[in-house]
Structure formats: structure tokens, C-alpha cells
């Protein structure tokens, strides 16, 4: 066909080395959307160490009493692994979504991975929310980010988060002389600590948009007919 197709695959470290040999996040993806790449998977983390707002465990209690809501996974496996030492409490990952889900959503004790791999770990939690993009989801994630701008990635996370998982209180409500719990999800508020974890942001759905990607694309056309004048 005179073609050539080539395979990038960046792990964690090579993300890093990436960085530390002056890498471009937003110079590579303007590259790999403008040129119409096939983007397969981006995966976006947020790290919580040391955090005052909920733990692990909060977020556990939550879902084994189903105190949550999902509105784009129908799927959730939780695993807990085996402590490292006794003064350790077993790590424990939670992921919501399938294997042939276009997004994936997980939340785990990173802590406790890295001190089953003899990792030294000196903080006293950490908390990591990583959601996964795969294939045409991807690409619209990676639009997104190029949309908004590079620095944009926390409020862009926190938003695509907030639209994937909402932590749940009960709504008790008074019947004779006696209080029950309204049964309707649909009327519970979130969490305090939840809201005040995301603040005042809008939901974002990763979806297709029809003009999403044309406008990105003619913003890249333009930039490099810019900065080539």
C-alpha cells in the first residue's frame, strides 16, 4: 500500500522519561490528532496523599452499601490484597467498568501497590483515581485536553469524574413516629466531602460530538499556519 504503521506505547516511566527529556504533551497530541492517529488508550490519573477529605475506606463503605451512583458503568469489581506486613491494612482497587467498556474508571490504594512491590513509601495514604480511555474515547478525551489547554487537565478530570461517580448520602424521611430511609436514589444528595473534593464544576461526558473534533482539528490547521508565517 506504501505505508508504514508504527506503535507507541508509553508506560508510566516512559511517560516520565518522556517529560525529563523535554517533552511536549500538548505539541505530541496536536501531532497525533492533526495527523488523524489511530489513539487506542490515555490513561489519566489524580493522586490524593495525605488526604483529610475521606479515605479509602470511606469510599469502600460507600459502595458496599451501594451509598453511590455510576451513570456510565453497569459493571465494578473490588479486589483486596493481601497485607504487606502487619502494621499494614490490605490494599484494596475498585473498577468500575468491563473489559470492552470505552471507559474505565478506578480507584485504588496506591500505597499498597507500591509497598507489595518493596517500594519505600513515607506518606500515610494515597488515594488514586484513574480513569482510562480507550479507543473513539480517547481521541475525544485528547480533544478535549487540546480544547481546553494542557493546564486545564485537573479542572477537565475533575469534571469527566464528576459525571462518572457521585457519592451518595441517604435522604431520612419522617413517617409516623418513626424516620425511614427514601429508598429513591434519584432524591439523595452527595456527600459533603464529595462535593467539597470536586467544588463548583460542571459535569463533562466523554461522548462524540460532531463538531468536536473539526473544531480541533482547524485549531491545530491554524496554529501551525501561525507559527509558520
Not at 489513539?39 to 458496599?64: G, P, S
Not at 469489581?77 to 474508571?105: H, M, Q, W, Y
Not at 488514586?128 to 493546564?151: P, T, V, W
Request: with cysteine.
Amino acid at each position: 500500500s506504501g505505508y508504514h504503521t508504527h506503535l507507541i506505547e508509553m508506560t508510566g516511566q516512559g511517560c516520565r522519561d518522556f517529560e525529563e527529556h523535554g517533552g511536549n504533551w500538548t505539541e505530541l497530541f496536536k501531532h497525533l490528532v492533526g495527523n488523524d492517529c489511530n489513539i487506542t488508550r490515555i490513561d489519566v490519573a489524580n493522586d490524593l496523599i495525605d488526604y483529610k477529605l475521606f479515605t479509602i475506606q470511606d469510599l469502600l463503605n460507600k459502595i458496599n452499601k451501594d451509598e453511590y451512583k455510576t451513570p456510565r458503568f453497569n459493571k465494578k469489581r473490588i479486589i483486596k490484597s493481601d497485607k504487606v506486613n502487619r502494621t499494614d491494612t490490605p490494599g484494596v482497587s475498585i473498577t468500575f467498568g468491563s473489559r470492552k467498556s470505552e471507559a474505565v474508571l478506578q480507584i485504588y490504594d496506591k500505597k499498597a501497590e507500591r509497598k507489595a512491590k518493596n517500594y519505600h513509601v513515607s506518606c500515610g495514604s494515597w488515594i488514586r483515581f484513574e480513569l482510562r480511555f480507550y479507543q473513539s474515547k480517547a481521541k475525544i478525551f485528547m480533544c478535549h485536553l487540546l480544547q481546553n489547554g494542557e493546564d486545564k487537565l485537573p479542572e477537565l478530570f475533575s469534571s469527566v469524574l464528576a459525571d462518572s461517580i457521585s457519592f451518595l448520602e441517604p435522604t431520612i424521611q419522617p413517617q409516623n413516629t418513626i424516620y425511614l430511609v427514601n429508598l429513591s436514589k434519584s432524591v439523595w444528595k452527595n456527600c459533603e466531602w464529595w462535593d467539597e473534593h470536586l467544588g463548583n464544576i460542571e459535569k463533562l461526558k466523554i461522548q462524540r460530538q460532531s463538531n468536536l473534533e473539526s473544531t480541533v482539528t482547524k485549531q491545530i490547521e491554524w496554529l501551525d499556519t501561525s507559527v509558520s508565517k
